[in-house]
Nanobody, 123 residues
Framework: QVQLVESGGGLVQAGGSLRLSCVAS????????MGWFRQAPGKEREFVAR????????DYADSVKGRFTISRDNAKNTVFLRMNSLKPEDTAVYYC????????????????WGQGTQVTVSS
């Protein structure tokens, strides 16, 4: 029903920046809250950031506040994650996520996932 394709991951030195992109299709993007999650080696998948269907509100995990910015361009069915001041502990596979219900923003409701893109931060 919904397809999500991430891009923009790679290798970066500590203190550097990356911008991830996620293109959605097969669903009404403008009615759907979007998010980013990540999974580091040996750890469970964790919430990183979310944005409401219209971009009015955003929310971040404490570990990335002040460094990461989520945004969206509804005309292009795309959500972004700008990551600044990257740290080695940010190393993970990053997943784009779409909410299961129109307009809703709750973290447990993100149920549709992209394939993931690897972000590696060297010290």
């Amino acid at each position: 029903q919904v397809q999500l394709v991430e891009s923009g991951g790679g290798l970066v030195q500590a203190g550097g920046s990356l911008r991830l992109s996620c293109v959605a299709s097969g669903r009404t993007f403008s009615r759907t809250a979007m998010g980013w999650f990540r999974q580091a080696p040996g750890k469970e998948r964790e919430f990183v950031a979310r944005i409401t269907y219209n971009g009015a509100l955003t929310d971040y995990a404490d570990s990335v506040k002040g460094r990461f910015t989520i945004s969206r361009d509804n005309a292009k069915n795309t959500v972004f994650l700008r990551m600044n001041s990257l740290k080695p502990e940010d190393t993970a596979v990053y997943y784009c996520a779409a909410h299961e219900s129109d307009f809703i923003y709750s973290v447990p409701g993100f149920k549709y996932w992209g394939q993931g893109t690897q972000v590696t931060v060297s010290s």
